[in-house]
């Protein structure tokens, strides 16, 4: 070997050990309990399906419209990512349109900021209005939107869309009680509960006997509610008393999902916490960013799909979402 080749191989070895090494990726599957093994593998790996938005939420898997609905909040449109992984503007402007659900139709049902109200679409593309008020006055800002076991759209009403920059039109609360309402046909407005702080995501058990909701004050004021609750479903679609169901140490709980198993799934600043039906922590898949949204999908219903700030991401599970309600 040449005194010059071995000059050369020196530098080299001295320049790599300058270089910062590569970092290895953290985990994304946190493991808390046994029982978290049956929901995803361990080895599991999180993917960016979509990268380009400013506040990514309203997941809403809807192959008859072309691909996943979402939301894109401060952009103030709706689109549609399909299976090539592009996104294409779907409402745009979209009253600043936050969750989405299919109704037992399949017709979008999506909640309006700006609008404060909820619309259905109707094939043609035409709007329905199914609620922009309740006792005479206009509502809040509609948040979250779930299809219910009895067939009835179910959406909570916090204040976020008139108290937060970009978000919606800033606009004093019309409505002075936080609620969850019900609307079976449009008009047709129900209070069903004011018993939090502020109403966000909401997510039904798949017998249909419990209402899961994130109580989402912390978001405005530090010293607010940062729990998930569970209300009992009685006759008549009546809730009974909250009982506290979970609670999250910093942020605040966001949309809600739950799969076949009952277990919930909670976005949260540190990703996706999963519980337990008897409410144990069993773990966590954790986001590059809070995660506001998420949704099952994909052919087997196996996919999660998560809304964390300007993108969205996918993971694939052991465990599959519950069946439509409804």
């Not at 005194?3 to 590569?22: C, Q, Y």
Request: glycine share 12%; aromatic share 6%; charged share 25%.
């Amino acid at each position: 070997m040449t005194a010059l080749r071995r000059r050369d191989l020196l530098a080299a070895g001295i320049l790599a050990l300058a270089l910062p090494r590569p970092a290895r990726a953290a985990p994304v599957v946190r493991v808390l309990d046994a029982r978290f093994a049956s929901v995803v593998d361990l080895t599991a790996r999180l993917e960016t399906v979509y990268a380009g938005g400013r506040w990514c939420e309203g997941l809403c898997p809807a192959p008859h419209l072309g691909g996943l609905v979402f939301s894109d909040v401060k952009a103030n449109r709706i689109c549609i990512l399909g299976d090539d992984g592009r996104a294409r503007p779907f409402r745009d402007p979209s009253n600043n349109a936050n969750g989405n659900t299919l109704d037992r139709e399949g017709r979008l049902v999506t909640c309006e900021h700006r609008g404060r109200r909820v619309v259905r679409r109707e094939p043609d593309g035409d709007l329905t209005v199914l609620a922009d008020s309740f006792a005479g006055r206009p509502l809040n800002a509609p948040n979250d939107a779930v299809l219910g076991p009895d067939g009835a759209i179910w959406f909570t009403d916090p204040v976020f869309g008139i108290r937060l920059p970009d978000e919606g039109v800033m606009a004093e609360p019309a409505q002075r009680a936080r609620r969850i309402y019900r609307v079976a046909e449009p008009g047709r407005v129900e209070a069903m509960t004011d018993a939090a702080d502020q109403p966000n995501g909401l997510a039904f058990a798949p017998d249909g006997r419990t209402l899961y909701l994130s109580d989402a004050g912390a978001a405005l004021q530090p010293e607010g509610a940062r729990n998930i609750l569970a209300f009992p479903v009685g006759r008549g679609h009546r809730l009974g008393p909250k009982r506290p169901f979970a609670e999250v140490e910093t942020g605040a709980p966001d949309g809600l999902a739950v799969d076949a198993q009952g277990r919930l799934y909670a976005a949260c600043e540190d990703g996706v916490r999963v519980f337990d039906p008897d409410g144990t922590w069993l773990g966590r898949i954790a986001t590059p960013r809070a995660a506001a949204n998420l949704v099952f999908g994909g052919p087997d219903g196996r996919r999660l799909f998560v809304a964390a700030g300007s993108s969205i991401h996918a993971i694939d599970l052991t465990a599959a979402g519950a069946r439509r309600a409804g």
